[in-house]
């Protein structure tokens, strides 16, 4: 044994208990590749909800159940806050931009963007009037369907895209946009990509992966194109920038590197503009989509629910005009079945993995700095404490006895803590508006018998991809 080696495990000697891993593979033969996070959850059943996982020679520490996930994530969050190896994705990035960065560069940048988007009116007036106009393109196209099948994939992408990219190009694109159905074609297929066996394949091994022929090689070249359509709208914005009058996202990063030109050790540069900017385009573009798709599914599967939500809709709203946020307050049940949505599409189950800042002692072991942490979102959202029917679609898990919306820590499907997603206020926004407009619009028809309408993920990885689907929408 080296004395790499043997420091290594000294490192790692007050880790808590779990599998016992085998030379450079780990335990890999203790779960199935192809449903990673079913095997992790299946292994807190034997393990407890804290135990060590090797990915390869890696350990991690695996976070399962609702108590310690908020131990860890909320009440020590800043401890928990490092971000940890995600090699899908940092190929690409190595380290920078918003999502994979660390430290101080992703405190600076995560203020920046937050500061950036109040003030394009992120959780405002302004940015809930662009949803509205969109909910509103988005029902057109639907409405050219004519009551025949279609899968309403691109259609939901479109829409949601379009809002992410309003805050950061500053407009939105066309439907029918060949460009921009290319650039969501490349994140649907990343978002497949990476929670299909090969990407979870190559989030455990990723130094035998990289070297491998296979799809996952893909990732690394979507991200590359994604970034060079990025690239692009950077040049234009260079070539038209007002430093008084920022239209977008980009300007103001343009602006702040003129601010920061003479400071050598600032963290805002070039590379980390177009990391960043590609980092917020990709989340905001798959994870509302997706929820949607799955919620529309979802729905046909449980008409009765659907009824109610009509029911809901046209007692608040009516036919004549937009959905907008103050309705929600009187619209308890629809917010409920969006949070049950939420819970049971579980569209990131592990979030994206942490690391700890520094030493600690956390439940009576002891944590090293920079180890890998990995929260198991979903067994939160379907800790059986803390929701009566976990695995069953029930908006009641979010409303009181008196029929009222009820929150609860559990949920978190925006993740909890310093690395909560700070498009969450967005995402809300999108989903109420998109849905209901839809809802006052159209009645969903399904292609077959509700009961017989398989509403289970596709697959589950870094995302859980729900089963593609067609269904006819029917003005009413």
């Not at 950061?168 to 994140?187: C, M, P, S």
């Not at 602006?255 to 920061?260: P, V």
């Not at 520094?358 to 920079?370: A, E, M, N, T």
């Not at 399904?446 to 729900?466: C, F, K, V, W």
């Amino acid at each position: 044994m080296t004395d790499k080696d043997s420091s290594s495990r000294r490192r790692f000697r007050g880790l808590p208990p779990g599998p016992t891993p085998l030379p450079f593979i780990g335990n890999m033969l203790q779960v199935d590749v192809k449903e990673l996070i079913t095997s992790l959850r299946t292994l807190s059943k034997s393990y407890g909800p804290m135990y060590t996982f090797y990915l390869g020679s890696r350990p991690c520490v695996v976070l399962s159940g609702y108590q310690v996930l908020k131990e860890a994530l909320i009440d020590r969050a800043d401890e928990f806050s490092g971000r940890g190896d995600f090699p899908a994705v940092q190929m690409w990035s190595k380290g920078n931009g918003i999502v994979y960065g660390t430290g101080e560069r992703w405190r600076q940048l995560r203020r920046f963007a937050i500061s950036t988007f109040k003030n394009f009116g992120m959780g405002k007036r302004s940015m809930e009037e662009r949803i509205k106009e969109e909910a509103q393109f988005l029902v057109a196209e639907f409405h050219k369907t004519q009551g025949k099948p279609f899968d309403p994939t691109f259609f939901l992408s479109c829409a949601g895209s379009n809002i992410i990219c309003t805050l950061v190009f500053g407009d939105r694109f066309e439907y029918t946009d060949k460009k921009f159905l290319n650039l969501l074609d490349l994140i649907n297929s990343n978002w497949k990509l990476m929670s299909s066996t090969w990407g979870q394949l190559l989030f455990t091994f990723p130094k035998i992966l990289r070297h491998v022929p296979g799809p996952h090689r893909q990732i690394y070249k979507n991200y590359l194109k994604l970034a060079e359509f990025v690239r692009e709208r950077i040049e234009m914005n260079q070539q038209t920038l007002d430093p008084n009058a920022p239209r977008d996202f980009i300007d103001c990063f343009l602006i702040k590197l003129q601010q920061d030109k003479n400071n050598p050790s600032t963290h805002f540069n070039e590379d980390t503009m177009l990391k960043t900017t590609v980092n917020l385009f990709f989340a905001g573009t798959e994870t509302v989509s997706s929820t949607l798709r799955y919620g529309l599914r979802i729905l046909m599967r449980h008409p009765e629910v659907e009824e109610k939500l009509h029911e809901e809709i046209d007692r608040v709203i009516g036919a004549n005009r937009s959905p907008c946020m103050e309705d929600r307050s009187q619209m308890p049940y629809t917010d409920a079945v969006i949070h049950e949505i939420q819970r049971y599409a579980d569209i990131v189950p592990m979030g994206v993995p942490h690391t700890v800042t520094r030493d600690i002692q956390f439940r009576g072991y002891h944590l090293p700095k920079d180890l890998n942490i990995i929260p198991l979102l979903c067994t939160s959202q379907f800790d059986p404490t803390q929701f009566k029917n976990p695995n069953s679609f029930d908006p009641t898990h979010f409303l009181d006895k008196q029929g009222k919306f009820k929150k609860t820590d559990a949920f978190m499907a925006f993740s909890a803590g310093k690395r909560v997603c700070l498009g969450e206020g967005l995402a809300v926004m999108e989903l109420f508006i998109f849905l209901t407009t839809i809802l006052q619009n159209f009645k969903l028809k399904p292609l077959m018998n509700p009961q017989d309408i398989d509403i289970t993920p596709e697959s589950t990885g870094l995302g859980s991809i729900p089963r593609p689907y067609q269904f006819c929408l029917i003005p009413r």
